[in-house]
């Protein structure tokens, strides 16, 4: 209301600026008409335009101004048989002003006119024009001014000079395009539209933003914010119903998508006018895909509680089970030993996991400045990856057997280095911890990830840190705790044959990530795992053989050396591009059952939620033991089988083995970082509910025959 008064003030007191030339200056605007021809051509049509140079911090109004405001206009005087198109509006740009939106422009621009003067045409052309305009900061003045420009009339049109033809190029520039897509909506229950553009091919990850601009007021609400999506398939933006009484019976919604895409050169700002149509068969939800649980909207501090709690509750998940092996085996190493090597190899052990946090914070921030995106067990997504862990998990279980000590000739000489060995195992016992964590998400960690992934820097590796402080807690407070210890066995044989069991759950997390291979690049996975972890094992038996210091031990270690960089050159023959998950087109399988399940579309699943059933959303991946242990115990059996059928809900799965836009997209609405996630449609509702990570039978029935 303030800002009504202030204008119908302005209006009455504020006095007109007139001039009948070319300039007109105002204390906030520098307007002038100019002409892209020195000499015009009969019958032959030209560009002119009105140039605004605004004050800084102002700005003045497209041709739909938004929440206040009032576009520009230009009424011409010109001779007889002369015409004048109307105003060509650049693209605008999204103001807020204290919660009021407005679409406009600030700084400096061209309104372009283009003009048609008669075949007859002779001596000069004279034309006028009366502008006004409206120009805002905190408060908002109308200004005015009148404008003449003389043009002679020649046999051939004459160009302005390079100055002025560059302000109109320019111009063109930033003049938005005819659409290249078909572009339509659908009206929720509620009436508020959701724009779908066909803009297939796009590549989601380069996009930075997207905006959408109505052109007449009325039909669509001004937004501070859209929570556009874009994938692969297109582009999907909520929006909300305006204040115009015809907003329901509205055929076609006319406007400007504005798009800024990350290229080469840097970042690029893309223009396109388009006209929308109803879609009748499109009724989309009401609201945009929000989370209906504790992950909404978190503080700084509430993300640090949530990640140190989450990193704790990840010793238990699934996904570490592997490195609990080794934890044992550190455990079984530290049985009776002074109690300040128990404190060195935890803090050691917290230490290596602690670097191993802050280097995959580090890995998150610049992928993230150069792709724009990333979420937590990205790098599973790469069979390079998986290849590399399996080598890993190989080379661990030969240590932990006893096929070869890490020391002695493999750490160095002398008794410094030896007495550190304790710690430097603990370390990278840390660090493996960390590698083998990513690809589970335990309780309260989905919220915090979320949240450290979409921050600036300082916070993502704070929220990074506190993940990974809690993950190591347990083995710190025990090496620190004196009444923890005198709980721990005495030393003995048992040790060593402890120490040589472990070797089998390392071989079987090897076991885990060739499959998890193969179902990023089929059976040829197979044979260059195994190959490369028989040429890994060759070199190890080549180092062992003999003694140091002989030709022959120089020759078993070029072997040895050859036979590990021939096991690491099968990296070269796995394909570690942009894969999306295997459909029926062809492509491998990604290890994801999906026998009574429908595959994962967001059309899909809006199409079934918008109908009133009841929709189960599973979004999973073959490296993600979480996600196949909640299958085996909660998801596939008889009763959670029998509960589905009966509520007839619709149960989506969506794939996240090799990388997937539209998943990914969704993942960042929802604020989540990876898998598993699930989600809950109940029959009406307006936003699906997020689900716990570790699921049971039980809660899952509850959740299906809950009435709403």
């Given at each position: 209301?303030?800002?009504?008064?202030?204008?119908?003030?302005?209006?009455?007191?504020?006095?007109?600026?007139?001039?009948?030339?070319?300039?007109?200056?105002?204390?906030?605007?520098?307007?002038?008409?100019?002409?892209?021809?020195?000499?015009?051509?009969?019958?032959?049509?030209?560009?002119?335009?009105?140039?605004?140079?605004?004050?800084?911090?102002?700005?003045?109004?497209?041709?739909?101004?938004?929440?206040?405001?009032?576009?520009?206009?230009?009424?011409?005087?010109?001779?007889?048989?002369?015409?004048?198109?109307?105003?060509?509006?650049?693209?605008?740009?999204?103001?807020?002003?204290?919660?009021?939106?407005?679409?406009?422009?600030?700084?400096?621009?061209?309104?372009?006119?283009?003009?048609?003067?008669?075949?007859?045409?002779?001596?000069?052309?004279?034309?006028?024009?009366?502008?006004?305009?409206?120009?805002?900061?905190?408060?908002?003045?109308?200004?005015?001014?009148?404008?003449?420009?003389?043009?002679?009339?020649?046999?051939?049109?004459?160009?302005?000079?390079?100055?002025?033809?560059?302000?109109?190029?320019?111009?063109?520039?930033?003049?938005?395009?005819?659409?290249?897509?078909?572009?339509?909506?659908?009206?929720?229950?509620?009436?508020?539209?959701?724009?779908?553009?066909?803009?297939?091919?796009?590549?989601?990850?380069?996009?930075?933003?997207?905006?959408?601009?109505?052109?007449?007021?009325?039909?669509?609400?001004?937004?501070?914010?859209?929570?556009?999506?874009?994938?692969?398939?297109?582009?999907?933006?909520?929006?909300?119903?305006?204040?115009?009484?015809?907003?329901?019976?509205?055929?076609?919604?006319?406007?400007?998508?504005?798009?800024?895409?990350?290229?080469?050169?840097?970042?690029?700002?893309?223009?396109?006018?388009?006209?929308?149509?109803?879609?009748?068969?499109?009724?989309?939800?009401?609201?945009?895909?929000?989370?209906?649980?504790?992950?909404?909207?978190?503080?700084?501090?509430?993300?640090?509680?949530?990640?140190?709690?989450?990193?704790?509750?990840?010793?238990?998940?699934?996904?570490?089970?592997?490195?609990?092996?080794?934890?044992?085996?550190?455990?079984?190493?530290?049985?009776?030993?002074?109690?300040?090597?128990?404190?060195?190899?935890?803090?050691?052990?917290?230490?290596?996991?602690?670097?191993?946090?802050?280097?995959?914070?580090?890995?998150?921030?610049?992928?993230?400045?150069?792709?724009?995106?990333?979420?937590?067990?990205?790098?599973?997504?790469?069979?390079?990856?998986?290849?590399?862990?399996?080598?890993?998990?190989?080379?661990?279980?030969?240590?932990?057997?006893?096929?070869?000590?890490?020391?002695?000739?493999?750490?160095?000489?002398?008794?410094?280095?030896?007495?550190?060995?304790?710690?430097?195992?603990?370390?990278?016992?840390?660090?493996?911890?960390?590698?083998?964590?990513?690809?589970?998400?335990?309780?309260?960690?989905?919220?915090?990830?979320?949240?450290?992934?979409?921050?600036?820097?300082?916070?993502?590796?704070?929220?990074?840190?506190?993940?990974?402080?809690?993950?190591?807690?347990?083995?710190?407070?025990?090496?620190?705790?004196?009444?923890?210890?005198?709980?721990?066995?005495?030393?003995?044989?048992?040790?060593?044959?402890?120490?040589?069991?472990?070797?089998?759950?390392?071989?079987?997390?090897?076991?885990?990530?060739?499959?998890?291979?193969?179902?990023?690049?089929?059976?040829?996975?197979?044979?260059?795992?195994?190959?490369?972890?028989?040429?890994?094992?060759?070199?190890?038996?080549?180092?062992?053989?003999?003694?140091?210091?002989?030709?022959?031990?120089?020759?078993?270690?070029?072997?040895?050396?050859?036979?590990?960089?021939?096991?690491?050159?099968?990296?070269?023959?796995?394909?570690?591009?942009?894969?999306?998950?295997?459909?029926?087109?062809?492509?491998?399988?990604?290890?994801?059952?999906?026998?009574?399940?429908?595959?994962?579309?967001?059309?899909?699943?809006?199409?079934?939620?918008?109908?009133?059933?009841?929709?189960?959303?599973?979004?999973?991946?073959?490296?993600?033991?979480?996600?196949?242990?909640?299958?085996?115990?909660?998801?596939?059996?008889?009763?959670?089988r029998r509960a589905f059928e009966q509520t007839g809900t619709v149960k989506l799965k969506g794939d996240w083995t090799n990388r997937d836009p539209e998943i990914t997209s969704l993942l960042k609405e929802l604020g989540r970082a990876g898998v598993p996630l699930y989600l809950y449609w109940a029959p009406g509702a307006e936003r699906p509910k997020i689900l716990p990570q570790v699921l049971t039978e039980a809660a899952i029935i509850s959740e299906l025959q809950t009435k709403r």
């Amino acid at each position: 209301m303030h800002r009504l008064l202030a204008l119908l003030l302005a209006v009455c007191l504020a006095g007109p600026a007139f001039a009948q030339q070319s300039v007109v200056k105002t204390d906030n605007v520098r307007a002038e008409l100019v002409s892209e021809v020195s000499e015009v051509k009969p019958g032959e049509p030209f560009w002119v335009a009105l140039r605004q140079t605004i004050k800084p911090h102002w700005h003045t109004y497209w041709k739909n101004p938004g929440d206040s405001g009032l576009p520009t206009e230009i009424t011409w005087n010109l001779p007889a048989g002369t015409k004048a198109d109307p105003i060509v509006w650049p693209a605008p740009t999204l103001i807020d002003v204290s919660g009021v939106i407005n679409y406009g422009f600030q700084d400096d621009i061209l309104l372009l006119v283009k003009i048609t003067p008669p075949a007859d045409l002779t001596g000069t052309l004279a034309l006028k024009a009366d502008a006004n305009w409206l120009v805002c900061d905190d408060v908002c003045i109308p200004e005015e001014g009148k404008f003449a420009l003389e043009l002679p009339v020649g046999p051939a049109a004459r160009p302005a000079d390079a100055t002025t033809r560059a302000l109109f190029d320019k111009a063109r520039r930033v003049v938005p395009t005819d659409s290249p897509w078909p572009a339509r909506f659908g009206l929720s229950k509620s009436g508020d539209p959701t724009l779908v553009v066909d803009a297939k091919g796009l590549k989601p990850d380069t996009i930075r933003s997207v905006y959408f601009f109505p052109a007449e007021w009325g039909p669509v609400a001004s937004m501070a914010s859209q929570k556009a999506s874009v994938t692969a398939e297109g582009i999907r933006i909520p929006l909300k119903k305006g204040d115009a009484k015809a907003t329901a019976a509205a055929q076609s919604i006319a406007g400007t998508l504005v798009l800024t895409e990350k290229t080469g050169d840097g970042e690029q700002r893309q223009a396109f006018d388009m006209v929308a149509r109803l879609d009748p068969a499109f009724v989309p939800s009401a609201a945009p895909l929000t989370a209906s649980n504790e992950g909404e909207s978190l503080t700084l501090v509430q993300a640090l509680l949530f990640a140190l709690l989450g990193g704790l509750i990840l010793n238990l998940m699934p996904c570490v089970f592997p490195v609990l092996a080794m934890k044992a085996a550190a455990l079984a190493r530290l049985a009776g030993h002074e109690r300040s090597a128990m404190r060195r190899d935890g803090v050691a052990y917290t230490a290596g996991v602690l670097v191993a946090f802050g280097a995959m914070a580090a890995a998150v921030i610049a992928i993230r400045a150069s792709v724009g995106e990333v979420n937590w067990g990205f790098q599973f997504q790469s069979p390079i990856f998986s290849l590399l862990v399996a080598y890993l998990f190989f080379v661990v279980g030969l240590n932990l057997a006893g096929v070869f000590e890490i020391g002695g000739r493999f750490t160095g000489v002398g008794q410094g280095l030896a007495a550190k060995s304790g710690a430097t195992g603990a370390f990278f016992t840390g660090v493996l911890a960390v590698v083998v964590a990513t690809p589970c998400t335990a309780p309260f960690m989905a919220a915090a990830l979320g949240f450290a992934l979409s921050q600036p820097a300082p916070q993502t590796v704070a929220v990074l840190l506190a993940m990974g402080l809690g993950l190591a807690l347990p083995y710190l407070a025990l090496s620190m705790t004196p009444a923890l210890q005198r709980l721990m066995p005495r030393p003995g044989a048992w040790m060593d044959r402890l120490r040589q069991f472990l070797a089998f759950p390392m071989w079987a997390s090897a076991v885990w990530m060739i499959w998890v291979l193969t179902q990023q690049t089929g059976p040829d996975g197979v044979i260059y795992a195994l190959g490369g972890m028989i040429l890994i094992a060759f070199a190890l038996w080549l180092l062992r053989l003999g003694s140091a210091g002989t030709l022959g031990a120089w020759l078993r270690r070029g072997l040895a050396a050859a036979a590990v960089l021939l096991a690491f050159g099968a990296v070269l023959k796995l394909q570690d591009g942009p894969a999306t998950a295997a459909s029926a087109s062809g492509g491998p399988s990604t290890g994801v059952s999906f026998e009574g399940w429908e595959r994962f579309s967001r059309a899909r699943m809006t199409e079934a939620a918008a109908a009133g059933k009841p929709v189960f959303v599973d979004f999973t991946a073959a490296w993600c033991i979480t996600c196949l242990v909640n299958e085996r115990v909660a998801l596939e059996t008889p009763a959670t089988r029998r509960a589905f059928e009966q509520t007839g809900t619709v149960k989506l799965k969506g794939d996240w083995t090799n990388r997937d836009p539209e998943i990914t997209s969704l993942l960042k609405e929802l604020g989540r970082a990876g898998v598993p996630l699930y989600l809950y449609w109940a029959p009406g509702a307006e936003r699906p509910k997020i689900l716990p990570q570790v699921l049971t039978e039980a809660a899952i029935i509850s959740e299906l025959q809950t009435k709403r």
